[in-house]
T-cell receptor, first 110, second 114 residues
Framework: EDQVTQSPEALRLQEGESSSLNCSYT??????LFWYRQDPGKGPEFLFT???AGEEKEKERLKATLTKKESFLHITAPKPEDSATYLC???????????FGSGTKLNVKP | DTAVSQTPKYLVTQMGNDKSIKCEQN?????MYWYKQDSKKFLKIMFS???????INETVPNRFSPKSPDKAHLNLHINSLELGDSAVYFC?????????????FGPGTRLTVL
């Protein structure tokens, strides 16, 4: 069964304290793995797409990596404005079908 | 210039009522989706339309009926609302056939059934 598991559920960091979020997946044929940021009361906002193992993408303090079984979202020297829920999703070869994890709620304290 | 818009943002109604949520995208995308996000923040796909044609219909009660009058609009009608239907409903759209399938989400509609 296709599924996505994210850990930890919640993460509290001090400003400047780097860490990583994990997304483990099982899918019958990966078309793509997506990372989103969701702020309270808003819809998810697209961050990255990764298509194959070994691929990496960076945007400001965020870096996403992909292996055959999991993806990591590395946050370097986070700031309070990075506080949000980070969602991971996979798209299977069952075209247009997306599976989301339940997210990691990140809180960065000043 | 909102990319994906939904109305209404909040919807409070009684059990047994029928309600609709509207969604519009101005991104020129061919594919649109409806998702349900429960209290644990888990996003689950309900329906997907590609160019007005239904392509994904997950195990959703048939009280839920999507309608796509054109590829820029995807509405969701819900009959005989139940307490368990309370959730946030998100509309999304994505391009297809380009290899770049990231989804763009609307702001969500918070449905509360009393």
């Amino acid at each position: 069964e296709d599924q996505v598991t994210q850990s930890p559920e919640a993460l509290r960091l001090q400003e400047g304290e780097s860490s990583s979020l994990n997304c483990s997946y099982t899918v019958s044929g990966l078309r793509g793995l997506f990372w989103y940021r969701q702020d309270p009361g808003k819809g998810p906002e697209f961050l990255f797409t990764l298509y194959s193992a070994g691929e990496e993408k960076e945007k400001e303090r965020l870096k996403a990596t992909l292996t055959k079984k999991e993806s990591f979202l590395h946050i370097t020297a986070p700031k309070p404005e990075d506080s949000a829920t980070y969602l991971c999703a996979v798209q299977s070869h069952n075209f247009n079908k997306f599976y989301f994890g339940s997210g990691t709620k990140l809180n960065v304290k000043p | 210039d909102t990319a994906v818009s939904q109305t209404p943002k909040y919807l409070v109604t009684q059990m047994g009522n029928d309600k609709s949520i509207k969604c519009e995208q101005n991104l020129g995308h061919d594919t649109m989706y409806w998702y349900k996000q429960d209290s644990k923040k888990f996003l689950k796909i309900m329906f997907s339309y590609n160019n007005k044609e239904l392509i994904i219909n997950e195990t959703v009660p048939n009280r839920f009926s999507p309608k796509s009058p054109d590829k820029a609009h995807l509405n969701l009608h819900i009959n005989s609302l139940e307490l368990g239907d309370s959730a946030v409903y998100f509309c999304a759209s994505s391009p297809t056939g380009t290899g770049n399938n990231e989804q763009f989400f609307g702001p969500g509609t918070r449905l509360t059934v009393l």
